[in-house]
């Protein structure tokens, strides 16, 4: 039905608290809605014409009686609430055990392994904000070179190092023989935190940072759409996510506005398959730090850039803008939050739209993209009906 799909993941965008959120202590997120609420009102007039507004309640956006695109949202069925979990579940791939987290630090038998590859004791192994970690123990490791070590409430190994003390190459290095180690331990990914300056009010982290996952347990639908002769390619940390399994190109990402700059070059590139996007800065620079303001102007910048991404956009093409998770900057903790995640499908071809309603898994995309090139079936259920 559709040539290609581009499909956009605005990272840490969700829209309300699901059902389970309680057992994560995510009851009261719901990062669009508080994002909006926090600044008086979101004005996203692109996005509220696909249906943005017809969705939820967000404050400043409206629903509309003919919107231009599809719209629902999508509850998660794997547990946890990490971007690499997301990710594989917008893919088709779904787990039925959460990764392990060490949110009291990791224990020492994992610490020894890592620090006989490090050749010295890491700082840190406590669960911190990535800024935050940084104040704490940014200025000791200048003084003593050893690598800090910190996770989150989700199951990640970070490792942050002054890129004068460790360069990024040198770092990744030392994240990719962690990764190796870490693998009988069900950690989902290892991330490299590069950052520079010379005291704790001065450190910021650069746009270095690299994650080295572990690879998805089975055939994602990228794999299935490679089967069949279709293009994959990624923008953004997708590449990273998936441990770059299932994908044949890829175009690293500095920030928002380079990976929807990179989402325009592939598809001047490639004229059939998909697209798969990941726009971070919602998550990384604005969720974590707890910045709605800034939050609420990424989604405006992004809405801006909309009409040129229309623009590129034929009959042929199908769009489907989503999430992996929330980070609701508004509520207690810096960590993601368990949440629905919007949906909208967009193509000029289509003559009239509706509600796709509320979909029982991410992988309601995976399936869709497969039944759309007729590709190895993946888990959840297409959509692709509704489009007609």
């Known amino acids: 039905m559709f040539e290609r799909i581009i499909l956009i993941v605005l990272d840490g965008v969700g829209i309300g608290a699901l059902p389970d959120a309680g057992l994560y202590h995510d009851q009261d997120a719901a990062t669009l809605q508080h994002v909006a609420e926090s600044c008086g009102g979101l004005n996203l007039p692109h996005l509220q014409s696909l249906g943005l507004g017809n969705v939820a309640a967000i404050s400043g956006i409206s629903p509309v009686p003919d919107p231009a695109a599809w719209f629902g949202k999508m509850a998660e069925v794997s547990p946890g609430k990490d971007s690499v979990t997301g990710h594989w579940e917008l893919a088709g791939v779904t787990l039925e055990e959460p990764f392990a987290t060490y949110c009291n630090g990791f224990p020492a038998e994992i610490i020894q392994e890592f620090a006989a590859v490090a050749g010295c004791q890491p700082l840190g192994n406590i669960a911190a904000s990535g800024t935050e970690i940084l104040k704490q123990l940014g200025e000791e ?16 190994f970070q490792i942050a190092a002054h890129e004068d003390i460790l360069p990024p190459q040198e770092l990744y290095q030392l994240c990719r023989q962690a990764e190796s180690l870490l693998a009988p331990y069900r ?4 991330i490299a935190r590069p950052f520079r300056g010379d005291t704790a009010e ?19 639908v990228l794999d299935a759409l490679l089967a069949v002769g ?23 990402t500095i920030s928002n506005q ?19 996007v990941n ?3 919602f998550d990384m620079l604005y969720g974590h730090r707890l910045d709605a303001a800034g939050f609420a102007k990424a989604l405006s910048e992004f809405d801006d850039w909309l009409p040129v991404l229309f623009g590129r956009l034929n009959e042929r ?10 980070c609701d900057p508004t509520t207690a903790g810096t960590d993601h939050t368990r949440e629905y995640v919007p949906l909208l499908a967009y193509s000029s071809a289509f003559n009239r739209c509706g509600s796709l309603g509320i979909r029982s898994s991410f992988a309601d995309i995976a399936a869709t993209i497969a039944d759309n090139y007729q590709a190895a ?12």
């Open 141 to 156: 490791h200048l003084r003593t070179r050893r690598p800090i070590v910190y996770t989150s409430t989700d199951s990640v």
């Open 187 to 190: 950690i989902c990914r290892v």
């Open 202 to 220: 001065t450190f910021y982290r650069t746009s270095g940072r690299r994650d080295f996952p572990r690879t998805p347990p089975h055939a994602s």
């Open 230 to 252: 279709q293009s994959t390619c990624s923008v953004g940390k997708v590449y990273d996510l998936f441990a770059g399994q299932g994908l044949a190109q890829s175009y690293p």
């Open 258 to 276: 380079d990976g929807m700059n990179k989402t325009l070059e592939a598809i001047e590139a490639i004229s059939s398959g998909l697209i798969f």
């Open 279 to 281: 726009l971070v800065d």
């Open 317 to 326: 093409d199908l769009l489907l803008i989503t999430a992996d998770h929330g």
């Open 377 to 388: 079936s993946c888990s959840g259920e297409s959509f692709l009906d509704a489009l007609v």
